[in-house]
Nanobody
Framework: QVQVVESGGGLVQPGGSLRLSCAAS????????MGWYRQAPGKQRELVAR???????NYADSVKARFTISRDSTKNTVYLQMNSLKPEDTAVYYC????????????????WGQGTQVTVSS
């Protein structure tokens, strides 16, 4: 079994900052790319940022220069530092991890967290 758990959401004023964390645990043999997605009410889920096992990153245009994704491979954890937050960043943020569980190598599967709410409002 694999668990992916996010933390760090909340309410913040426009221009403020938040840091999200996501930890993967369980029967993990190999952890490849990890990423953050978000879904606002009435909208489709969209990619926010993604980081490979080698450290390469990509971002949605709407968050470039404001958000930074990083990972600690020793802890199977990915972070999303969000600065200069805007009301349009309000959404449920989901963590995604590409994992090969013990006994399934080389087959990787995607795992999702339960989501954490980020609300940007004055």
């Amino acid at each position: 079994q694999v668990q992916v758990v996010e933390s760090g959401g909340g309410l913040v004023q426009p221009g403020g900052s938040l840091r999200l964390s996501c930890a993967a645990s369980g029967s993990i043999f190999s952890l490849d790319a990890m990423g953050w997605y978000r879904q606002a009410p009435g909208k489709q889920r969209e990619l926010v940022a993604r980081i490979t096992s080698g450290g390469s990153t990509n971002y949605a245009d709407s968050v470039k220069a404001r958000f930074t994704i990083s990972r600690d491979s020793t802890k199977n954890t990915v972070y999303l530092q969000m600065n200069s937050l805007k009301p349009e960043d309000t959404a449920v943020y989901y963590c995604n991890a590409n994992i090969a569980v013990i006994g399934s190598w080389p087959r990787f599967s995607e795992y999702w967290g339960q989501g954490t709410q980020v609300t940007v409002s004055s």
